[in-house]
């Protein structure tokens, strides 16, 4: 079945730092993919998302390239701020019978001013 | 995207009792899901609330356990019956956008059980 993986956390950096959250994927077909961030004691929200290969989506300064060669959807930013400090997760859907999303366990993010 | 509200934020109850969460939103909509986010966890499907029909139930969740009502396009309950400790999470509600891909969500309901 289809499945997302994600590195593990925490990720600890410093002020300014580049970021790299890898993200790779499983599908039967040809999925949407996304990342969503959750800020300490708030609901999911959806920062950037792709839906077919070779797109890239960006959002805030993150982005992520949808590359069907490898399966993977690696969430990046070039000088992370302390208000990035966060849980981000990556996800696909796919209509396989229902819009269901699939979540990755979520990478925890700490930046340290 | 849509505006969606969840009560209530947070309760505290006792084992063996039952809780109904609300979940509201700003506009009508096909799809509504209930998720499950155990502690430092990722988010678990429950179900998916259709209008106007029994929900549709992931694997592993049951609806005696949990109870969906949806009684029109833009408002859902999830009940959580006969509690017990290991339902204590925070359970989420959440939207389909209009192209069935990406999801909103509502704020949460962290829900402990003693």
């Known amino acids: 079945g289809n499945s997302v993986t994600q590195m593990e956390g925490p990720v600890t950096l410093s002020e300014e730092a580049f970021l790299t959250i890898n993200c790779t994927y499983t599908?039967?077909?040809?999925?949407?993919l996304f990342w969503y961030v959750q800020y300490p004691g708030e609901g999911l929200q959806l920062l950037l998302k792709?839906?077919?290969?070779?797109d890239k989506g960006s959002n805030k300064g993150f982005e992520a390239t949808y590359r069907k060669e490898t399966t993977s959807f690696h969430l990046e930013k070039g000088s992370v701020q302390v208000s990035d400090s966060a849980v981000y997760f990556c996800?696909?859907?796919?209509?396989?019978?229902?819009?269901?999303?699939?979540f990755g366990a979520g990478t925890r993010l700490f930046v340290k001013a | 995207s849509a505006v969606i509200s969840q009560k209530p934020s947070r309760d505290i109850c006792q084992r063996g009792t039952s809780l109904t969460i609300q979940c509201q939103v700003d506009?009508?909509?096909?799809?509504m899901f209930w998720y499950r986010q155990q502690p430092g966890q990722s988010l678990t499907l429950i179900a998916t609330?259709?209008?106007?029909?029994?929900?549709?139930?992931e694997s592993g969740f049951v609806i005696d356990k949990f109870p969906i009502s949806r009684p029109n396009l833009t408002f859902s309950t999830l009940t959580v019956s006969n509690m017990s400790p290991e339902d204590s999470s925070i359970y989420l509600c959440?939207?389909?956008?209009?192209?069935?891909?990406?999801?909103?969500f509502g704020p949460g309901t962290r829900l402990t059980v003693l």
């Open positions: 506009s009508q909509v096909t799809m």
């Open positions: 609330a259709n209008q106007g029909s029994e929900a549709t139930y």
């Open positions: 792709a839906t077919k290969a070779d």
């Open positions: 599908a039967t077909g040809y999925p949407s």
């Open positions: 996800a696909l859907s796919e209509n396989t019978g229902g819009f269901k999303t699939i």
């Open positions: 959440s939207v389909s956008g209009t192209t069935y891909n990406e999801q909103f």
